[in-house]
């Protein structure tokens, strides 16, 4: 079973920035390279909800609410998924998944990993 590993979450103040990386293990990069790959997020009381997905092809999708400020980014050829959040803001806090797979296929998730945005 294909497994994503995430790193980077941590405390960071408004205006701060981080870097969330998602690496795929027990997959081969060809299966990797034909999925799509992105990240959500979760406050609590919320919705999961996409913060940006990059398509097998490579079409590149951003939430509104993070446009200008966060930058997805793909290694196919190491498995790897990133996400550079910049200009970071306190609604920004939440638990943010990686993703790699295709609706109506397969489908997986990483642990979750916590951004807290505060002073």
């Known amino acids: 079973q294909a497994q994503l590993v995430e790193s980077g979450g941590g405390l960071v103040q408004p205006g701060g920035s981080l870097r969330l990386s998602c690496k795929a293990s027990?997959?081969?990069?060809?299966?990797?390279?034909?999925?799509?790959v992105g990240w959500y997020r979760q406050a609590p009381g919320n919705q999961r909800e996409a913060v940006a997905m990059i398509s097998s092809p490579g079409t590149v999708n951003y939430a509104d609410f993070v446009k200008g400020r966060f930058t997805i980014s793909r290694n196919n050829g190491k498995k790897m998924l990133a996400l550079e959040m910049n200009s970071l803001k306190p609604e920004d806090t939440a638990v943010y998944y990686c993703?790699?797979?295709?609706?109506?296929?397969?489908?997986?998730w990483g642990q979750g990993t916590q951004v807290t945005v505060k002073d």
């Open positions: 027990r997959m081969i990069m060809s299966t990797f390279m034909g999925l799509d």
């Open positions: 993703y790699v797979g295709r609706s109506g296929a397969n489908e997986y």
